[in-house]
Nanobody, 123 residues
Framework: QVQLTESGGGLVQAGGSLRLSCAASGRTFSSYVMGWFRQAPGKEREFVAAINWKGGSRYYGDFVKRRFTITRDNAHNKVFLDISTLKPEDTALYSC????????????????WGQGTQVTVSS
């Protein structure tokens, strides 16, 4: 079992940057693919980024365009999402997830989810 806790969200002006963190409990953290998803009010959940257990493979949503970077620290059971040049349309609840499914950009591939951290970008 893996428990995930996100942090780092908040209110930020457009053009700013944030680092979101996801802390995981459980001894098998390093065996999971870790992903970030976001959901804005009234919209469907959207894949943001994922990283495999070694960190050698990273996957990004189509909208990312180099503004998002996912990294992980297996020694400390953490995964990070760095976001730069924030835009109002990035406003959403960002959730991290852990899974072993074959398709890292699909939500069903993830068995464990955090509660999310809210990111609000003002114009």
């Amino acid at each position: 079992q893996v428990q995930l806790t996100e942090s780092g969200g908040g209110l930020v002006q457009a053009g700013g940057s944030l680092r979101l963190s996801c802390a995981a409990s459980g001894r098998t953290f390093s065996s999971y693919v870790m992903g970030w998803f976001r959901q804005a009010p009234g919209k469907e959940r959207e894949f943001v980024a994922a990283i495999n257990w070694k960190g050698g493979s990273r996957y990004y949503g189509d909208f990312v365009k180099r503004r998002f970077t996912i990294t992980r620290d297996n020694a400390h059971n953490k995964v990070f999402l760095d976001i730069s040049t924030l835009k109002p349309e990035d406003t959403a609840l960002y959730s991290c997830a852990a899974g072993v499914g074959p398709v890292p950009y699909n939500a069903p591939s993830y068995a464990h989810w955090g509660q999310g951290t809210q990111v609000t970008v003002s114009s």
